[in-house]
Structure formats: structure tokens, C-alpha cells
């Protein structure tokens, strides 16, 4: 069994930074992707970014140049660093590990608003 436990949202102006983090707990292998999806209100959900094994990052096109994503493999920690954030940006923040079955966290909300 896994667990992702969700931190670091909140409410930001755009052109704001805010920096995501994902704790996992029970049994992790490095090998298994892990990153960020997000949900926008009446919007289906959407990969962000996702790290694979060796470190290679996949990113949505939407984001890159602004989001990094980076990850602990000794603390079994994922995080989203967001620069530049649009209020299309907007969305609840799901972490996810892509383990048999797949594991997603509970969500973190993130508002880019004035």
C-alpha cells in the first residue's frame, strides 16, 4: 500500500511562484514514474509533469520553461517548483505514483488569482 500526502498550495497572484511537495509512504521503487497531474473545474484531469526512471521528466507543453519538477529518491519525495503562474494555472494538484495499481494523493488546490 502507498500513501501520497499532498502539501504547499495556496492562493498566488500571477507571475507568482509556489513550490509543491508530494511525501510517499509504504513501498516506493525508484523505477515507477512519479510527478504532478492537475483538474480544473469542468476540465478532465491532465499530466503536468512526470519523472521516469533515470530522471527523464515529461512535461505538458503548457508548463515547460516554468514548472520543474525534481524528486528525492532517498526521501521518497516528489516536487513541483511553479514560476510564472497564470490563472490558468488553476487547478487542484494531484501527486502520483505509477505503481501496480496506479496511486494518486488527495489533492492540493492552487488558486492564481488578484
Known amino acids: 500500500q502507498v500513501q501520497l500526502v499532498e502539501s504547499g498550495g495556496g492562493l498566488v497572484q500571477p507571475g507568482g511562484s509556489l513550490r509543491l511537495s508530494c511525501a510517499a509512504s509504504g513501498v516506493i521503487f525508484s523505477f515507477n514514474a512519479m510527478g504532478w497531474y492537475r483538474q480544473a473545474p469542468g476540465k478532465q484531469r491532465e499530466l503536468v509533469a512526470l519523472?521516469?526512471?533515470?530522471?527523464?521528466?515529461n512535461y505538458a507543453d503548457s508548463v515547460k520553461g516554468r514548472f520543474t519538477c525534481s524528486r528525492d529518491y532517498a526521501k521518497n519525495m516528489v516536487y513541483l517548483q511553479m514560476n510564472s503562474l497564470k490563472p490558468e494555472d488553476t487547478a487542484t494538484y494531484y501527486c502520483?505514483?505509477?505503481?501496480?495499481?496506479?496511486?494518486w494523493g488527495q489533492g492540493t488546490q492552487v488558486t492564481v488569482s488578484s
Open positions: 502520483y505514483y505509477n505503481g501496480r495499481p496506479e496511486y
Open positions: 519523472i521516469q526512471s533515470g530522471s527523464s521528466t
